[in-house]
């Protein structure tokens, strides 16, 4: 079995065979006192199966054809790995597009990284705890010369290697391991609240609110935003909680909520309002903001305020719902009161769309309108 790369070079097809045969037949044990064989390890998680998947997937990097693969395949490997793995793999690269396929790539394919479930996320995992990481380098280092004698087998000089990725995943995997934790994400704020009552009709009235929420976060934008409005009277009893979500709010953007709910009780004396993020999203460049609305029209009556424009996407692709939030505010650019629109039908790129918009809330002095744009940010990268 060979051990050194710069030896692995222009071996024949019989000296590749033989070195991929004790390969797989030689146990690697680590950790003295749980006796972990890196070779067997799980049933549905070993180096049988993970060297079966990275040996075809050098073939076809390698440009050969299905049926050569697999023969060379069956020549090396059925002395050594079980029947049903032979078949098994074998069929799944028949069909790539197969979720056999797909799940044998998760586990044993070339791009991994920590905690994954791969074989050698596991393996490494198993080498920290053991403080043995060396030595799953070491059987790493095995697997891979093992592979690029195939790929450098009789003569052949390849420009790239299948192989030669798995030791770049690892290495990159073992220094984010090593690397210091990234500060906690910044808390969200709340920058501006206000808003204004309707006429009271019996027991109820209308009350139109605008927040706006800063992500301060310059390099994560906010996800699963939790939005808690708190309404107290005079004598400071809580009156009712407007709550309510947002999907995503771009890194050092500050969203322009907007709301108008019916509220049963006493008059408002104070509001206050809480915000938080389910989670945060590694991203430095703002995406939220390519929806523009424009022909922007405003006509107050007595009965509440009518909103209409033109909404234009600048994505290249439909997004399957959105929602418009937007304020009304004074010369003095305070926060007079507020709305959202849901647009369920979503909006498709070039395709304006016409909006319209009611709130129950009639309001004096609107100098100007600003609004912003709530969806599922995932669906710009997502199939």
């Known amino acids: ?32 006192e749980r006796r972990i064989d890196l070779c067997s390890l799980v049933e549905d998680l070993n180096m049988h199966e993970q060297f079966s998947f990275a040996l075809l997937s050098e073939a076809d990097a390698q ?42 790539n998760r ?19 198993l080498g920290i705890d053991a403080e043995q990481v060396e030595e799953v380098m070491h059987y790493l280092r095995l697997f891979t010369v093992a592979l690029m004698e195939f790929a450098y ?30 500060p906690a994400p910044l808390l969200l704020k709340v920058r501006a609240l206000g808003g204004s009552a309707g006429k009271r009709e019996g027991d109820y009235y ?8 800063e992500n301060p976060n310059p390099d994560r934008m906010a996800r699963g935003v939790q939005i808690d409005i708190t309404l107290k009277d005079k004598n400071g009893e809580v009156i009712t909680v407007i709550g309510d979500r947002l999907e995503s709010v771009d890194p050092g953007a500050i969203f322009h909520y907007g709301v108008t709910r019916k509220i049963r009780g006493a008059a408002v004396a104070n509001i206050a309002a809480t915000v938080r993020a389910s989670s945060y999203l590694k991203l430095q460049t703002p995406i939220m903001k390519h929806i523009l609305l424009s022909s922007l029209r405003l006509k107050r009556a007595t009965d509440g305020m009518q909103l209409s424009g033109t909404l234009n996407s600048e994505y290249d692709k ?36 016409g909006i319209s ?27």
């Open 1 to 32: 079995m060979e051990t050194e790369f710069q030896n692995a070079v222009g071996k024949g097809m019989g000296e590749v065979i033989r070195d991929i045969t004790d390969f797989l037949c030689t146990p690697y044990v680590i950790n003295r």
């Open 63 to 104: 440009g050969w054809g299905p049926d050569e693969s697999e023969a060379f395949y069956r020549h090396a490997c059925a002395p050594i790995v079980e029947p049903r793995v032979i078949e098994a793999m074998v069929n799944a690269f028949r069909n790539r597009d197969s979720e056999e396929y797909h799940a044998y």
């Open 107 to 125: 586990k044993y394919g070339n791009r991994f990284s920590a905690l994954d479930g791969s074989y050698w996320s596991t393996a490494l995992a």
């Open 153 to 182: 087998m009789e003569d052949r000089n390849p420009e790239v290697t299948y192989a030669w990725c798995y030791y770049e995943s690892f290495r990159k995997t073992l220094d984010q391991l090593a690397a210091e934790p990234e």
């Open 206 to 213: 209308y009350l139109s609110l605008g927040a706006d929420i």
């Open 318 to 353: 439909a997004l399957r719902s959105i929602r418009l939030h937007y304020q009304f505010l004074s010369s003095t650019n305070k926060i007079l009161g507020g709305g959202s629109e849901w647009i369920l039908g979503g909006i498709a790129p070039a395709q304006p769309l």
């Open 357 to 383: 918009s009611k709130i129950a809330v009639p309001i004096a002095n609107v100098a100007k309108v600003v609004y912003s744009i709530d969806f599922d940010a995932i669906e710009l990268v997502s199939d």
